[in-house]
T-cell receptor
Framework: EPEVTQTPSHQVTQMGQEVILRCVPISNHLYFYWYRQILGQKVEFLVSFYNNEISEKSEIFDDQFSVERPDGSNFTLKIRSTKLEDSAMYFC????????????FGAGTRLSVL | RKEVEQDPGPFNVPEGATVAFNCTYSNSASQSFFWYRQDCRKEPKLLMSVYSSGNEDGRFTAQLNRASQYISLLIRDSKLSDSATYLCVVNSGYALNFGKGTSLLVTP
């Protein structure tokens, strides 16, 4: 069964450093998303991406965040200068079309900012 | 105002029991509704979509009341493997809006 793949599974970084989280969405999917989940809290939407541009973003997704689809398979989330409060699980999701609106999630990257 | 609200639980039930979870949402323009399941420190996994007419998938039944902005999930004949957090999820636009989840523990 096709799946969304995320790397690394765990990323440890120092405050102020840049991190790039990587995702390979399901191959025929057209819509791509990033969510985060701080420990003990709900899953929160960050950004959606379609047709090589951001289609929607939340208040969380400020200038420190950016997304890119550098080639036909990868979808990345960059945090320019990490803060302690960026520590969370980051989930990538993809969707084939908006008909059924079903998003499939990767296993996540645990980001720990020290 | 929270967009999607759920009773956090935990719900502790014996194997074989029937358990029901409820959820309310605030955005009347919401278009799609789901129940996801999340195991500890894992990704959310789709359990089922929820339709206005109500729908069933094996031991799981979901209901949607658009007038009351209320969603429910019924699990019959609970199994140990049903132990997880159940996330009520509402879609409006591109984003999925998640509830905080209801924790279920099924005991032998």
């Amino acid at each position: 069964e096709p799946e969304v793949t995320q790397t690394p599974s765990h990323q440890v970084t120092q405050m102020g450093q840049e991190v790039i989280l990587r995702c390979v969405p399901i191959s025929n999917h057209l819509y791509f998303y990033w969510y985060r989940q701080i420990l003990g809290q709900k899953v929160e939407f960050l950004v959606s991406f379609y047709n090589n541009e951001i289609s929607e973003k939340s208040e969380i997704f400020d200038d420190q965040f950016s997304v890119e689809r550098p080639d036909g398979s990868n979808f990345t989330l960059k945090i320019r200068s990490t803060k302690l409060e960026d520590s969370a699980m980051y989930f990538c999701a993809s969707m084939t079309d908006r008909g059924r609106n079903i998003q499939y999630f990767g296993a996540g990257t645990r980001l720990s900012v020290l | 105002r929270k967009e999607v609200e759920q009773d956090p639980g935990p719900f502790n039930v014996p194997e074989g029991a029937t358990v029901a979870f409820n959820c309310t949402y605030s955005n009347s323009a919401s278009q799609s509704f789901f129940w996801y399941r999340q195991d500890c420190r894992k990704e959310p996994k789709l359990l089922m979509s929820v339709y206005s007419s109500g729908n069933e998938d094996g031991r799981f039944t979901a209901q949607l009341n658009r007038a009351s902005q209320y969603i429910s999930l019924l699990i019959r004949d609970s199994k140990l493997s049903d132990s997880a957090t159940y996330l009520c999820v509402v879609n409006s636009g591109y984003a999925l809006n998640f509830g905080k989840g209801t924790s279920l523990l099924v005991t032998p």
